[in-house]
């Protein structure tokens, strides 16, 4: 998706305005916002905020609204790139250093204290240093979003705006760490040798099968890492496929599952299925090793044609757009097409093929996970994710839904404050929490 604003002058006659929304809808623009910044009796100007599926579709959409005779584009501008010059974080002192007396305590000679203490109990530096409330977010750029291979310091500004969400929704702490191409072994210790500093690790944007050996690496070296690609994204997708059932009638316990696309989100999501149904789901993929690990999870192998035409419900994240014909579709049936930016078969063309329900990656944002998972698993002194905690905070965004809708809307803080306390709670119970949480701290509506 490629978003801009448009600055647009109109003649002030009925329907100008609603002939440049048809020309933008003509030339597959998504309208967002509408502000309008100048009125008067012979013009208006407004600022109009699109989404283009591709830049190649903005200046044929500039000529179509030039060619009306009553509208012309001022400004075209990229508010993006603007919001995104200098960075979106920076690092600020908690307590003033404004004299002598100030630096002494903040730093030398009064930090020794604090250091020999730490020294003498290592566990000390949750209470004395950020340590506990900070998150590692760990990319080699190999799978930035669906643009592939842009390497680490393309991946920047995804973690700085991940870091971003996390300060602003759960008041956590983040330090993006860009690592560059070394062998996977490498990468692994450099992220433990490091990992000394942070409460928890969230890795980003690493491609499968590396995904996987780097997430088992830190595990193995007893460092609290989830992968937001793989657990993340199954925890929502777990919720959506729990609320889609609901609102489409179907009984989980009965019903057929199937998903298309087992790379590093649609393994999780199987995974994650898999627990929660308490039996294997069917899968399908061309890559033999993505099948075999698979395989290896409990899953039961399959192929697209199969699952289409025996599974009450699919879920697809094979970036493959249009991958999923009209006709396969069966009448009743739920399907989940997830990729983007463009899914595998559309709503509306899933909806009329006779699907129950359908929809795509744009309602299933990862959001609504992983700052509750970070939060929650911070405040608990998680040492392990294990599966009970992703499918807790899938049940607790489940529950979070208005009546009616599939998911909660991701900006919703009281959605975070619920999740975090699912996965403390969680944590407690599979004996994975390290740290003990006030009583209060499970009240609904802290």
């Known amino acids: 998706m490629v978003l801009r604003t448009f600055r647009v002058r109109t003649s002030n006659h009925v329907g100008v305005l ?129 643009l592939g291979n842009l390497g680490p310091l393309a991946a920047l500004p995804i973690l700085e705006g991940k870091a971003a969400i996390l300060a602003e929704l759960v008041d956590v702490s983040c330090v993006p760490l860009a690592a560059g191409a070394v062998p996977t072994g490498d990468l692994v210790q450099a992220i433990a040798t490091l990992a000394h500093g942070f409460g928890l690790v969230l890795l980003e944007d690493i491609a499968a099968p590396r995904c996987f050996e780097v997430e088992a690496g830190l595990r193995a070296a007893g460092i609290p890492v989830f992968h937001d690609d793989q657990h993340g994204t199954a925890a929502v997708v777990l919720a ?105 078969i559309e709503r509306d063309a899933a909806m009329a093929a006779g699907a129950a329900l359908a929809t795509d990656g744009r309602a299933t944002n990862n959001m609504l996970a992983f700052p509750g998972l970070c939060r929650g698993g911070l405040d608990a002194g998680v040492r392990e994710f294990v599966p009970a905690i992703f499918r807790a905070a899938a049940e607790a965004i489940v529950q979070s839904a208005p009546r009616g809708q599939l998911l909660p809307p991701p900006l919703d803080r009281t959605v975070h404050r619920r999740v975090a306390r699912a996965v403390a709670r969680a944590a407690i119970d599979a004996g994975v929490a390290t740290r003990e949480v006030p009583p209060d701290y499970m009240l609904e509506g802290r």
């Open 240 to 344: 959506a496929v729990i609320g889609a059932a609901g609102l489409a009638g179907l009984d989980l316990a009965r019903c057929r599952v199937g998903c298309v696309g087992l790379g590093a989100a649609g393994t999780a999501i199987a995974r994650a299925l898999m627990d929660y149904l308490g039996r294997p789901v069917f899968g399908a993929d061309l890559d033999p090793a993505a099948i075999e690990r698979f395989r290896a999870s409990g899953g039961e192998p399959s192929d697209l044609a199969a699952i289409m035409a025996t599974c009450d419900l699919v879920v697809a994240t094979t970036g493959r757009p249009g991958l999923i014909e009209p006709a396969m579709v069966r009448r009743g049936q739920v399907i989940l097409a997830l990729s983007n930016p463009v899914p595998e």
């Open 18 to 146: 609603a002939r440049v929304l048809g020309i933008l809808a003509e030339h597959g623009a998504s309208i967002g916002d509408l502000r309008t910044v100048f009125m008067g009796p012979l013009s208006r100007v407004r600022d109009i905020e699109i989404g283009f599926a591709d830049a190649d579709s903005i200046e044929p959409a500039i000529r179509a609204i030039e060619a009306t005779g009553e509208a012309h584009v001022l400004e075209v501008r990229d508010e993006v790139l603007d919001l995104h010059v200098g960075g979106k974080l920076v690092i600020r002192a908690r307590h003033p250093i404004a004299t002598e007396a100030d630096l002494r305590r903040v730093y030398t000679p009064g930090v020794g204290e604090v250091a020999r203490r730490i020294a003498a109990e290592p566990e000390l530096a949750d209470h004395y240093t950020m340590r506990a409330s900070t998150v590692a977010i760990v990319s080699d750029g190999t799978a930035i979003l669906g």
